[in-house]
């Protein structure tokens, strides 16, 4: 079965600043899609980014951008110029290329600080 | 264009009660998702419906949680009797299509307290 992994219970950032949020995942299948999700205080879900598994190039969308790192499994979220609206619970998520069910990590709860 | 619509958005209830959740996906969207979120958790899928027809329940409860997609449009999630360890919030998530390729949208969620 596959797992994923956020070490970040919390972190926080200035605003204007960079911030990374990690994840890892475990799996034995080479075909797959990595998600970052952002949950805000009113708990609906919205898809930031999604990177497929056989593409080398990393996804990015306007200031979200990640580093896929398949050997190693894992697949970090970077937010450059943050801003006040980024202050959320961000969960990784893993989704099997044969089906559709999304495994979550446990998520890490981001505070941008004015 | 509506967005997946959830109710009642909270809910307080005694052990051994029941409690009934409704989900009311996009329109169009043929795949439908029950997810429990227990507080500080990752959400973790219940169900998936492909029009009215169970795709995967392997982590339903089955002995206490039922659920329902009539006419493959509109779901319930039940649950009888409740537990404690049930308290959590019920994500609902609609997709057009039930493959990898089929982003997900998520409503707001019914927080549940079991007391």
């Known amino acids: 079965a596959q797992t994923v992994t956020q070490s970040q219970p919390e972190m926080s950032v200035q605003e204007a600043e960079t911030v990374t949020l990690s994840c890892t995942y475990d799996t034995s299948e080479s075909d797959y899609y990595l998600f970052w999700y952002k949950q805000p205080p009113s708990r609906q879900m919205i898809l930031v980014i999604r990177q497929e598994a056989y593409k080398q190039q990393n996804a990015t969308e306007n200031r979200f951008s990640v580093n896929f790192q398949k050997a190693a499994k894992s697949f970090s979220l970077k937010i450059s110029d943050s801003q006040l609206g980024d202050a959320a619970m961000y969960f990784c998520?893993?989704?099997?290329?044969?089906?559709?069910?999304?495994?979550f990590g446990e998520g890490t709860q981001l505070t941008v600080n004015p | 264009e509506a967005g997946v619509a959830q109710s009642p958005r909270y809910k307080i209830i005694e052990k051994r009660q029941s409690v009934a959740f409704w989900c009311n996906p996009i329109?169009?969207?043929?795949?439908l998702y029950w997810y429990q979120q227990i507080l500080g958790q990752g959400p973790k899928l219940l169900i998936q419906?492909?029009?009215?027809?169970?795709?995967?329940d392997s982590q339903l409860p089955k002995d206490r949680f039922s659920a329902e997609r009539l006419k493959g449009v509109d779901s319930t999630l039940k649950i009888q009797p409740a537990k404690l360890e049930d308290s959590a919030v019920y994500l609902c998530a609609s997709s057009l299509e039930g493959g990898p390729n089929g982003e997900l949208f998520f409503g707001e969620g019914s927080r549940l307290t079991v007391l």
């Open positions: 998520a893993y989704r099997s290329y044969l089906g559709s069910r999304l495994t």
């Open positions: 329109s169009g969207h043929a795949t």
């Open positions: 419906f492909q029009n009215n027809g169970v795709v995967d």
